[in-house]
């Protein structure tokens, strides 16, 4: 089956997002990627559930809401009510991790884990069951366009096995950070099945372009 492609819009054009968001759906985009930062968890501050309710009209295919805040578990109703189709949060953001993601699917989302580069995934056996995708930063999160890690390529293969050990192959494996034509497919030799791209498929000749090119 091919990789999915998530294009984040936090590359896009801020002035005209859901001219963006529509034309990231007609140009082949499976799911839109939606970055969240509050200036505490990471150094950078973007959009709030307001922007994503402004948004949720200009495309059918799913919001990916990637929440890199501190204490997500407060904010999961209002992005949830604003279209957030998945949610995912920080290993590293909450104390009580299992019951934040619990809050997620009994609020109506799917529901996402993300490890920053350096978190280990140790606590993958303790989680599993309760999630539907696995998102491994291959960046610090906070800024678009930084290169890619490459120490995280051995993550990813970890975390695959992991799951297929765990019985949880289903369980969607989210890369983020440095995609581009050669760590895409990287990326998805090591077990990835979804990639997150900004500045590849916004710096492209075309947003369809730089999609296609990602398939690998």
Not at 99 to 121: C, D, H, M, Q, Y
């Amino acid at each position: 089956m091919s990789v999915l492609i998530a294009p984040s819009i936090l590359s896009g054009d801020f002035a005209n997002l859901g001219q963006t968001v529509e034309d990231l759906q007609a140009s082949g985009a499976d799911w839109i990627h939606v970055d969240v930062m509050d200036g505490c968890f990471v150094p950078n501050l973007t959009i709030g559930p307001q922007v994503v309710a402004a948004l949720r009209p200009y495309a059918k295919i799913p919001f990916d809401v990637h929440l890199m805040i501190a204490q997500p578990e407060r904010s999961i109703d209002h992005y949830v009510r604003a279209g957030a189709d998945r949610i995912t949060v920080h290993a590293e953001a909450t104390v009580h991790l299992q019951r934040t993601l619990t809050a997620i699917r009994e609020a109506g989302a799917k529901v996402g884990v993300a490890f920053n580069p350096s978190t280990s995934v140790e606590i993958l056996p303790y989680i599993a069951d309760v999630i539907d995708l696995v998102l491994v930063m291959t960046v610090n999160p906070g800024f678009g366009g930084q290169s890619f890690i490459p120490a995280t390529l051995h993550k990813i293969k970890s975390v695959h096995e992991k799951l297929r050990e765990l019985g949880r192959e289903s369980v969607e494996i989210e890369v983020d950070g440095g995609v581009n034509e050669q760590t895409a497919r990287l990326c998805t030799e090591a077990g990835a099945t979804v990639l997150v791209a900004g500045s590849h498929v916004f710096s492209a000749p075309s947003l369809a372009h730089g999609i296609t090119s990602l398939r690998v």
